[in-house]
């Protein structure tokens, strides 16, 4: 086993933080990743693993082009690990993990227990659950919840919770307007190719747009929940559901999503 080499790096004051500022968000009790990262312990039981996916890029899940030195970041919702605070994680996980202070660890972040980004205007749920099986792999399930709106809607925001997240690899939700089918256009591949109108993945489960933007559910449409479930040995069930957050006004923009392969 090589030699821990010692580092100026501690804990509470930097590993702390960093793993606050890019890792809690989804590593936390309830959250939408399989282990929490928000205290020593956990993180102590998780070193080789975060230093692995740390090394390689893997996490935090950012894979958009990176800027070039001496540019400005390209993204604003940018959540890749900034090259100190990268060096220094790896160097306290390679290192001889030196604790530190206490005193000067970051205040510890909370989340609801419900809605993270607050209680929404609506919630479209499924209307029955679905079964997921124990074992083997699941074809992709298409769920239809019909919104029931009898005047078009102007959405500022969303977020999407399916009630069994531990089998849930990823969701998408598509709007379909009254007389279009609730599968959207394919492509030659059979994909769909009409974007779609809220997602739920790692790291990303609700969106608020800017002032001024915002999507439209027409009156009469239906919902389509695109849902990729992954058996990990328990036999569960799930209740997906979107809760959408109205614009105040009408936007000055309107927001379109589209796929590009």
Request: charged letters at 20%.
């Amino acid at each position: 086993k090589p030699t821990a080499t010692p580092t100026q790096v501690t804990y509470y004051r930097d590993v702390a933080r960093i793993l606050q500022q890019n890792c809690v968000g989804c590593h936390h009790g309830g959250g939408i990743a399989p282990f929490a990262l928000d205290s020593l312990t956990g993180v102590k039981d998780r070193t080789k693993v975060i230093r692995r996916v740390v090394s390689q890029g893997l996490m935090p899940p950012w894979f958009a082009a990176p800027s070039a030195p001496g540019e400005s970041i390209h993204w604003s919702n940018d959540r890749s690990l900034a090259a100190a605070d990268k060096a220094d994680l790896l160097a306290w996980l390679a290192g001889d993990k030196p604790i530190g202070d206490p005193a000067d660890a970051p205040l510890p972040r909370t989340f609801p227990a419900d809605w993270l980004i607050g209680t929404p205007d609506t919630v479209l749920q499924f209307p029955k659950a679905v079964a997921i099986k124990a074992d083997g792999v699941m074809p992709y399930q298409t769920i239809r919840v019909e919104t029931k709106f009898t005047e078009d809607k102007w959405v500022q925001g969303y977020e999407v919770q399916p009630t069994a997240r531990t089998v849930v690899h990823h969701v998408i939700v598509r709007v379909h307007p009254p007389g279009e089918q609730a599968r959207g256009k394919r492509d030659a591949g059979g994909e769909e190719r009409d974007g779609f109108f809220a997602a739920y993945v790692p790291g990303n489960t609700s969106s608020i747009f800017p002032p001024g933007f915002a999507k439209k559910i027409p009156a009469g449409s239906t919902l389509s929940f695109q849902m990729h479930y992954t058996p990990n040995g328990t036999a569960q069930t799930d209740k997906t559901r979107v809760g959408v957050y109205y614009a105040k006004e009408p936007p000055n923009n309107i927001l379109r999503q589209l796929g590009i392969a």
